[in-house]
């Protein structure tokens, strides 16, 4: 029996296949994507691009197209670097990371009414299904070091209409799940990850995207690893759900099960408490293909970020008025995504909106992107009262306008790193100075 998948038009190896039945890339194309992907001018630049074109046009003639563009081979492949990196056996690989979130959300049948409770630090991508169904968000207050979810904020916060509880790994940096699980577990309330920072993020002795009943990882361009651009693994731990993920993906067609004259069956998902009805997420072999290749270097190139960090630290520690990025220890392990630049606005003479100006001065980019979501016009317009909710997240109010900013950590040459080091020294010392 063909096995539940959700690959399309894969029916093996015939004369006539259908496999491919749209237009392939010819020789034109791929010297397009070739010089989309290693742009460049100039007389040495034309001169290797024919020189490419000419292999090229050379090996057109000696090849076959790759027969399946989408959810195929390379699609598995990446789903099995992505398990076996992780050590698990759920791995799905969809648009984005918030198109993984949604299948996590309609798993737990979440209605209008439903309470989600999300930190009040993240982006808009972790509340954008729950607000646009009409849930009720409620946003848990921050810690101030990590300025990721504050676990006693949520058990406040909890009352018997949370249906979920989302902690994101802001930065890269584990949020404490233990007495998030255990909060979930007591109130029958399902945990969502939103590790679309942490791929390869450790909290004792697990990877992160691996403990709550639901994760999902982003890869979009600015995350640590890309999957050309867009793309997101889900994961769960939920063992009845894991045989359907893969289906939730692609309408919940269903090869395994055939209906009278047709090559497959569709269902319906089965959620906490009733079904729901699947949606299209589905991914490109390129893509997967792109995933596939960054995964393989997604250690190094967290060790690599960690050596910024570290160097920043080593020169930023110095000074009482910077709190330096907390590296982790043996049971937290960061992917350090971005570096997280905090403040002690008192001893700087300034707050971080100050620091922050006097760095776009000194054309160091800060990251000012992770902020009070209860702030946007959006969730004004369904109805929310900004000023109410800021009441009842008030080291989020504090740590967002006064004390942290975040800070780029890759791709970063010595010298920038520490013109960026020198900078924040000079911006605080001017702030203490008054000038
Ligand atoms: C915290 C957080 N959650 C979710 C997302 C959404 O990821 P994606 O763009 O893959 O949907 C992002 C993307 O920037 C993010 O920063």
Known sequence: MAKATDFRYNTGATKVPWAAVGENYNVNDLMEVI?????????EYEE????VQAQVEKLDKISTPPGKLSLASKVEAAEADSNEYLGIDSSTFVTNATSGFEIAYKYANLKAGDEVIVPAITFVATMAYPLAIGCKLVFADVDPVTINMDPADVARKITPKTKMIVPVHIGGYPVDMDPILELARKHNILVLEDAAHAFGAMYKGKKIGTIGDFAAFSFHEVKNITSFGEGG??????????????RARFFGLDFSRKIKDWLYDVSAMPGKEEPFVAVNYSTTEIQALGLSLQ??????????RRRAAEYLNSRLAGNPAIIPQDLGNEDIKPTFHLYQLQIDPDKAGGDIQVLKKKLEEKSVTSIPHFGPLYRFRVVQQMGYDSDEIAKTCPVCEEVFYKRFTHLPLYGLSDEQLEYMADAILEAVDEMQRGV
């Open 35 to 43: 010089k989309f992907l290693m742009q460049g001018e100039g007389a």
């Open 233 to 246: 693994i889900v994961t769960t731990t939920i063992p009845e759900f894991k045989d359907h993920i893969k």
């Open 48 to 51: 290797a691009i024919k020189a």
């Open 295 to 304: 995964i393989a270097r997604n250690e190094q190139i967290i060790a690599e």
